[in-house]
T-cell receptor, first 112, second 117 residues
């Protein structure tokens, strides 16, 4: 079983829809949680970075962490065609190395 | 400023040949990471550098894989005697992380797409 599970999709939604992306993890030692966005043939770029359980909002994006359930979510409001990309959850224990453990990514297509 | 750059963008090689992949991190970033992205596998950690030292090599899949970093800057990932299962996108990331407390953001390069025939 992978340490981080993520539904690969693909997920197709109409423009303006609210998108919900999710990951579950098995190791309670993870302390820091990120969402990266990756456009086709590009490197991942950081969207959201959270530490504690709860919600963090940045514009149309909200990241949610529930450590008790080992579950993280990313919500995208008023989705745009430019949001079409692969969304990767990532997490780390922190500490000396800070290596990231990634989910497999969810491919999102926002239809105009 | 300039981001992380990687070269070549694409590499096609024959099974059994050696390949070298290069990463130029963001200037001043002491931490450098290599990851591999395969279809259906997501990104997998390979190796972490802090300066020129590699305190975590736990993700290297076999002894055919090695990496070095010189001058606290450029890093090279070498794959010897390539196999078809080495075909993947190899991504490099850098950060200002210095090994304690809250992790710093990792900034990724565009990757090198390796195809082993």
């Amino acid at each position: 079983q992978k340490e981080v599970e993520q539904d690969p999709g693909p997920l197709s939604v109409p423009e303006g829809a609210i998108v919900s992306l999710n990951c579950t993890y098995s190791n309670s030692a993870f302390q820091y949680f990120m969402w990266y966005r990756q456009y086709s043939r590009k490197g991942p770029e950081l969207l959201m970075y959270t530490y504690s359980s709860g919600n963090k909002e940045d514009g149309r994006f909200t990241a949610q962490v529930d450590k008790s359930s080992k579950y993280i979510s990313l919500f995208i409001r008023d989705s745009q065609p430019s949001d079409s990309a692969t969304y990767l959850c990532a997490m780390t224990y922190g500490g000396a190395t800070n290596k990231l453990i990634f989910g497999t990514g969810t491919l999102l297509a926002v239809q105009p | 400023g300039a981001g992380v750059s990687q070269s070549p963008s694409n590499k096609v090689t024959e099974k059994g040949k050696d390949v070298e992949l290069r990463c130029d991190p963001i200037s001043g970033h002491t931490a450098l990471y290599w990851y591999r992205q395969s279809l259906g596998q997501g990104l997998e950690f390979l190796i972490y550098f802090q300066g020129n030292s590699a305190p975590d090599k736990s993700g290297l899949p076999s002894d055919r894989f090695s990496a070095e970093r010189t001058g606290g800057s450029v890093s090279t990932l070498t794959i010897q005697r390539t196999q078809q299962e080495d075909s993947a996108v190899y991504l490099c990331a850098s950060s200002s992380h210095r090994g304690a407390s809250r992790p710093e953001t990792q900034y990724f390069g565009p990757g090198t797409r390796l195809l082993v025939l």
